[in-house]
Each structure stands twice: as structure tokens, then as C-alpha cells.
């Protein structure tokens, strides 16, 4: 089991940044697939964008290409989730997650954070 805790959520207007954080601890950290998945009032929750272990490989759903970018820094436990461009419809309560693996929007979770809340205002 690994525990993970979200910071870097807030409020801001349409076309800000946000940069959300995630920290990791429990497990080994470097041989998990991560991911930010995001839920909206009244919607399903959803995968954002995840990261291979060795940051190999990425994904991102399609609303966000271009303007969200995934990072994570094996050494420090953290994995990074960038936000450019904020749109309304990006507010969600925002979790990070961690798996043994993803395959394209496919990413079983294994662990959940508590979630961090981004509000963008028109």
C-alpha cells in the first residue's frame, strides 16, 4: 500500500496555471505506474493523465492534451501534474492515484489520495 497526499489545489480564472504535487510514501514509489484522475460535480470520475514508472510513457485524455503535462521525480517521491490554460470546465476535485500499470485510459488503481479541489472562474 502506498499513501498519497495532493497539495497546489486553489482558485483561479480562465487561462491561469495550476501546478498540483502529489507525494508518495509506503511503497516504492519508483515502480509505480501514477496518474491524476479528476471528478466533477454531478460526473463520473476520470483519468486525466498517468505516467509509467519510468516516465517512459505517458497518456492524457483528450481535453486536457496541450495543456496539462505529467511529471514525476522518482527520487523525491513526487509526481507533478502541470496545468496551463485553465478552463471552467477543468474544476474538479483532482486525486492522484497509483497501479502496477495503465494501459492507455485504462489504469487500474490500487491506491487513492484524499483529492485537492481546482476551481477555475470564467
Known amino acids: 500500500q502506498v499513501q498519497l497526499v495532493e497539495s497546489g489545489g486553489g482558485l483561479v480564472q480562465a487561462g491561469d496555471s495550476l501546478r498540483l504535487s502529489c507525494t508518495a510514501s509506503g511503497r516504492t514509489f519508483s515502480s509505480l505506474a501514477m496518474g491524476w484522475f479528476r471528478q466533477a460535480p454531478g460526473k463520473e470520475r476520470e483519468l486525466v493523465a498517468a505516467?509509467?514508472?519510468?516516465?517512459?510513457?505517458?497518456y492524457y485524455t483528450d481535453s486536457v492534451k496541450g495543456r496539462f503535462t505529467i511529471s514525476r521525480d522518482n527520487a523525491k517521491n513526487t509526481v507533478d501534474l502541470q496545468m496551463n490554460s485553465l478552463k471552467p470546465e477543468d474544476t474538479a476535485v483532482y486525486y492522484c492515484?497509483?497501479?502496477?500499470?495503465?494501459?492507455?485510459?485504462?489504469?487500474?488503481?490500487?491506491?487513492w489520495g484524499q483529492g485537492t479541489q481546482v476551481t477555475v472562474s470564467s
Open positions: 505516467i509509467s514508472w519510468s516516465s517512459g510513457s505517458t
Open positions: 492515484a497509483a497501479g502496477t500499470y495503465y494501459s492507455g485510459s485504462y489504469f487500474p488503481v490500487a491506491d
